[in-house]
């Protein structure tokens, strides 16, 4: 997958060199690179933003800068690509979006600042809006952060066991393809601070130790996300 990202914050995108990014780019499974919509700017001051129209507080994203920016990042990439602003009133992101996502092969993503971008540039150049939680954070290059997180671990070949994404929480599914959370995990020691783990994982009694991790994954969905369809 080849992402390239929008921001004026490029050095902050140095922390995906660590982690299952790290590990997706060093397997070439993951090509990552920054468009700074500054590098696009025309006057002195190299200006990304302005007093938004009507006034009121804040700065808005100025929509010049980062139609160039996304011009070059297309040239990055397919012509095709999606761009994606990363906004807190996109659709929220799920688990299942982004195993969608996961099939794509490029995507530009767009970090705003401020206020926010001037809506004429969203109305041109975005396709889509994702939100990563119903709260409001300073910059979009977290969020991006976040779902490049979230996409690293589903390309093919990142993940020594595939098999393990498949059974996290969002992933699995009941028998009637209810979204469930994981199972608890235990390793060693077998006693921690007087408490033992489960009798049953220690049984080696594979078929038993499958209907308990099921059990235990229903049970926790009920008691801590019954909203989960
Ligand atoms: C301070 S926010 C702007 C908030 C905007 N005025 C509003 O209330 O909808 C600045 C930038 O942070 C990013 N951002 C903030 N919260 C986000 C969230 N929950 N999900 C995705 N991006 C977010 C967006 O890129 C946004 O342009």
């Known amino acids: 997958m080849n992402i390239v990202i929008i921001s004026i914050f ?18 070439h499974c993951l090509t990552l690179s920054v468009v700074n919509p500054r590098d696009f700017t025309i006057d002195p001051y190299r200006r990304i933003d302005d007093r938004p129209y009507g006034g009121g507080p804040g700065m808005v994203m100025l929509a010049e800068p980062l139609s160039k920016a996304v011009a070059h990042a297309k040239s990055l990439v397919p012509e095709s690509t999606k761009v994606i602003y990363l906004s807190p009133q996109g659709s929220v992101l799920k688990q299942d979006a982004i195993t969608t996502m996961a099939n794509e092969s490029a995507f530009i993503f767009i970090a705003g600042r401020y206020e ?13 809006e994702w939100s990563i939680g119903d709260y409001v954070l ?6 991006a952060m976040v779902l490049i997180d979230a996409l690293s671990r589903l390309l093919p070949g990142v993940l020594n066991e595939p098999e393990s994404a498949r059974q996290d929480s969002f992933s699995l599914k009941d028998s009637d393809n209810r ?9 060693r020691p077998e006693v921690f601070e007087g408490t033992g783990v489960p009798e049953v994982l220690l049984s080696g009694n594979h078929s038993r130790i499958a209907k308990w991790r099921e059990q235990q994954r229903l049970l926790r969905t009920r008691q801590r996300r ?3 369809r």
């Open 226 to 228: 019954p909203d989960l």
């Open 116 to 128: 926010g971008i001037d809506e004429r540039f969203i109305d041109r150049y975005v396709d889509e």
């Open 138 to 143: 300073s910059g979009g290059e977290l969020p």
């Open 179 to 187: 979204t469930l959370l994981d199972c608890p995990h235990y390793t």
């Open 10 to 27: 490029p050095e902050m995108f140095s922390a995906l060199t660590v982690g299952m990014p790290g590990i997706a780019q060093k397997k």
